[in-house]
């Protein structure tokens, strides 16, 4: 689940109070960038994601104009999306978008993170009125807070019949 707050310190530490992990295993970036690949757009957030038993709790904090910050000016802050993670994400895309009006992908290739994790939203109208992220499976290592677990494939030139439609 991912929640955008307007400052990361204090949301860790509202989150510390209710639940107690291990701040070793907590995945922190302050200045986090992410280039939209169609506008080369950058938007910057500090990020923080809190492992929670077998969950993880994404705390953002947008820092630039967007999407995320509109959110956070619309709403105060609160849950933006719930995040599943896929152990098979090539299948996993080729049935969503085989399926895109049906679970409400949004784009027309999967997004890739700076670690190499495959994600991609489904718009909240055809969920129960939730913003959904499928990522694919990820662990921490030492080589990285987020190394996939399947090699990424590249989505780059998908054929047409695995691109959605629009």
């Not at 689940?1 to 907590?26: G, H």
């Not at 895309?93 to 290739?109: Q, Y």
Request: charged share 30%; with cysteine; glycine share 8%.
């Amino acid at each position: 689940m991912a929640l955008i707050v307007p400052d990361v310190d204090e949301a860790i530490a509202s989150f510390r109070r209710i639940m107690d992990w291990d701040s070793r295993t907590m995945i922190y970036e302050r200045d986090h960038e992410d280039v939209d690949r169609e506008s080369g757009a950058v938007s910057r957030s500090h990020v923080a994601m809190l492992p929670i038993g077998d969950c993880w709790l994404e705390l953002i904090e947008p820092l630039s104009e967007g999407p995320l910050r509109k959110f956070l000016e619309r709403t105060g802050g609160g849950i933006h999306h719930v995040g599943f993670m896929s152990d098979d994400i090539q299948s996993e895309w080729d049935r969503h978008a085989r399926s895109r009006d049906d679970v409400g992908l949004i784009g027309r290739e999967p997004l890739v993170n700076d670690r190499g994790v495959s994600f991609w939203f489904l718009h909240p109208r055809n969920n129960a009125g939730a913003l959904v992220e499928i990522d694919s499976d990820w662990r921490r290592t030492s080589a990285s807070d987020m190394t996939p677990i399947e090699p990424t494939p590249d989505w780059s030139g998908l054929p047409a019949d695995r691109q959605p439609s629009g």
